[in-house]
């Protein structure tokens, strides 16, 4: 019971601070044939998460390809990591329509990665509205489409994940990494 409470007030101090919607399962993923041009990373003692976005200037409208893998870069030969559905998901940020975070299902969930072998995360969208909110339209047709298209502006695009490496210390173990590129939408 106190662990289910110690992840139930995790969960909802995480979903506090992050734009939240449902949405698709974490799916774990083989390379694509080829990598994007730009590549932005950063690496500690445990993890490595690299962002891949094929370039950084768009036109309106044009899709805009991306993807993040995280490897484990650790002493051991596999780690566990607990966490909610995503363990990583991608944020998108601006001055008007994008707050930055991303959201995750009240679950949780193990995940065990094993050194030297990267894994593969597609971009998916996350993000939520309010039926009062003034771009509710826009918000509609954005996440109903499954490709990241954006209108012209300057954006920044993150790869986030969150989780704990002790279920029964889920606060005291609690590791997170984020790395974003900044991309702009033209005419």
Same mark, same amino acid.
């Given at each position: 019971m106190?662990?289910?409470?110690?992840?139930?007030?995790?969960?909802?101090?995480?979903?506090?601070?992050?734009?939240?919607?449902?949405?698709?399962?974490?799916?774990?993923?083989? $390379?694509?044939?080829?990598e994007p041009d730009i590549i932005a990373g950063v690496k500690d003692e445990v993890f490595e998460l690299k962002l891949y976005v094929d370039k950084n200037i768009f036109r309106e409208d044009e899709l805009i390809k991306c993807h993040a893998t995280l490897e484990y870069v650790g002493e051991e030969e596999s780690i566990t990591i607990y966490h909610g559905n995503p363990l990583l998901g991608f944020g998108l940020k601006d001055n008007i329509y994008f707050e930055?975070? $991303?959201?995750?299902?009240?679950?949780?969930?193990?995940?065990?990665?094993?050194?030297?072998?990267?894994?593969?995360?597609?971009?998916?969208? *996350?993000?939520?509205? *309010?039926?009062?909110?003034? $771009?509710?339209?826009?918000?509609?047709?954005?996440?109903?489409?499954?490709?990241?298209?954006?209108?012209?502006?300057?954006?920044?695009?993150?790869?986030i994940?969150?989780?704990?490496?002790?279920?029964?210390?889920m606060l005291g173990t609690w590791y997170n990494q984020a790395i974003s590129v900044i991309i702009t939408v033209t005419d």
């Amino acid at each position: 019971m106190k662990k289910i409470l110690c992840f139930a007030l995790l969960m909802s101090i995480m979903m506090l601070t992050l734009v939240s919607c449902k949405d698709k399962f974490d799916e774990m993923k083989t $390379y694509p044939e080829s990598e994007p041009d730009i590549i932005a990373g950063v690496k500690d003692e445990v993890f490595e998460l690299k962002l891949y976005v094929d370039k950084n200037i768009f036109r309106e409208d044009e899709l805009i390809k991306c993807h993040a893998t995280l490897e484990y870069v650790g002493e051991e030969e596999s780690i566990t990591i607990y966490h909610g559905n995503p363990l990583l998901g991608f944020g998108l940020k601006d001055n008007i329509y994008f707050e930055g975070g $991303y959201s995750t299902f009240d679950e949780l969930i193990s995940t065990t990665f094993f050194k030297g072998q990267p894994v593969y995360y597609e971009y998916v969208k *996350s993000g939520g509205w *309010s039926a009062e909110d003034p $771009y509710v339209e826009f918000y509609k047709e954005f996440y109903s489409e499954r490709d990241l298209r954006l209108p012209t502006g300057r954006y920044e695009l993150s790869a986030i994940m969150n989780g704990s490496f002790d279920q029964d210390d889920m606060l005291g173990t609690w590791y997170n990494q984020a790395i974003s590129v900044i991309i702009t939408v033209t005419d």
